[in-house]
């Protein structure tokens, strides 16, 4: 097995980029990850993107950023598994130099979502669910989550509040992260007071639109340069799963399977074990999918998975710190790039550079991007080597 | 290196499927590959698709059909790359089982234009050309052949008809594949008489929307059950190039770098060269592109790519057979699934199953799929092993 190597970090603030494209976003965070990574120079382009065919009407990114960055001639293509489209850019950039036919590899993830041209990001949105059966009754992805987050609700009878906690870990980290979109902390009563979206998901379990860019450069460890000036990270293990589309379809509602599978196989790859883990960066698109992902990848018995975030476990210095730069919910939801940012996020704390959010001694990682209801689950295993 | 093996073929006719959905279409093929594969089983699913997100609002279709073909659970995701996406799904398929992380992988291209709930095909299509600077203006991938022809035609003085032969032996083809949208020869006096799509461009120079799926199952040659029935064919050679997405950033309009820099690849790793080749499935989306695809991988030189359509050099018989199931002007344009159809067809070729149309003693295949005019491209050379 290669070792491969994250040795290119790069990325865009997340939030609303009026003045930015898709291809200034991709070309913000491509140049910074390649002047990261020095001298190395890729061979192959994988962009994780979900809604651009619809909002900016642009699909063909790979040929397109390969372009605006300089790159033209290198292999170029895009990956879309909904907004774990960014997770499964990841994953092909670590297949390609495991085939050994490719030894540096560019993943960027790219979502645009302010200044569309075309549908309403929530009719976009729509397009990840099942089109014949779900989307063309009005069931989008915040209706999926608002019927899942109810269902928990009535199964598990959790309190009044009992989600905020997901809500509070992020912003407070978001305060910590000068990239993500809101950089201040909330209290539990701007939680309690927040307008409902789709009932009982209020504003605070939704995380919101962000645009923004982030990149990855990946290398085979015997192309590293000498001297090379960055702590090592490698990609110790990586696995995408996949469960139905539909809800209707679901043997249990309140159980990703995908996660779970994803996770295993990605935690079995690299020789560890959850106890291992020193963060975790989950995809709270909702604040239901966090707590849903925490007792899926199995961090907590089923129906607790709020209470990791109401007693503070997955705070920076908690059992299991998640979402350390602020999540989806704070640094914003990318989309099709937040598996991406999860994995830029994910390094800087393993190279000891995430700041006055590190989490102390952090040599394992695992980062789990999903697309919808866990319909597709990319998991990654990040790890600190010397 | 490892072999890979192409194990089980699958598509459906090209055509109008008003009875069938992507997921129908993406199905029929899938369920053919695996039974033409025996006892196979994937753990790996890579979908090739242009359009669906616009024409079909529907986006996620490796949950999608993994979820409908009773394969749900395995690594499932989409790849695109305008329409060569197709080519691109094959690529990822193979470079999962250069990484020895995946056995054995289903590759499957699936396009519907038919029935359409989003945009017009032509507004649709004009996604993969650059959206802010080509597409806005009215640049449709149409009016960028037709703009290629013209300058074609004014530098090197092709006589008036002499695009005529990709057509008629598309069509001569198309009469023997019962797959084929068109199975009826044309005469030349047909494609003289026919009308203008956009100028120098008739019809008979525009490949027609098909809606289509195919469908490969790939395996290493140690994982082939015993007594294994079909004829071997393996993936020599396998690359992927880009160009840049805009027309007006192009050194030289009349020659696809792209299309040159990936076949020169994947004949290299094959061992290969141009004469070795029995049949070369080009992407005859435009005539104008097959020429230039003729001229750009080196079987004829600058502005003699027409000729060896108007001398039958790429009939059946001729010196070079190209389209030999009817291409994408007679099989149909089926969009993002045509580099899987391209690589079901030569497959047929390489085991001696095209029928009527078989091409005596064929043993290597170049195939290519191209995105928008070349700005990706995808070779892969097939090859008969016993």
Known sequence: MTEVIIAGLGQTSAGEHWDAGLRDLGYHAIDTALKDAGSLRPQALFVGNMLAPNLSHQSHLGALLADFAGLSGIEAVTLEAADASGGAA??????????GLVGTVLVVGVEKFTDQVGPGVEEALATISDSDYE???????????????????????????????FAITAHANGAGNPNAMFQKAIKPETYAKAGMVSEPLNIFDVAPPADGAAALVLTRRDLLPANWPHPLVRVAGSATASDTLALHDRKDLLFFEAAQ????????????????????????????????ALESVGFAVRGKGWRLAAEAEIALDGRIPCATLGGLKARGFTGGASGVYQAVEAALQLRGQAGKNQVADARNALIQSLGGPASTAVSHVLQRVD
């Open 261 to 292: 599978l994803s996770a295993g196989k990605a935690l079995k790859q690299a020789g560890l074990i959850l106890d291992n883990l020193n963060l975790f960066e989950y995809n709270d698109s909702f604040s239901i999918y966090a707590a849903l």
């Open 90 to 99: 990841l994953r092909q950039g670590y297949l390609a130099i495991q085939s």
């Open 135 to 165: 989307a063309v009754q009005g069931m989008t992805p915040t209706a999926q989550a608002a019927l899942l987050m109810q269902r928990y609700l009535h199964e598990y009878k959790v309190p009044e509040g009992g989600f905020a906690g």
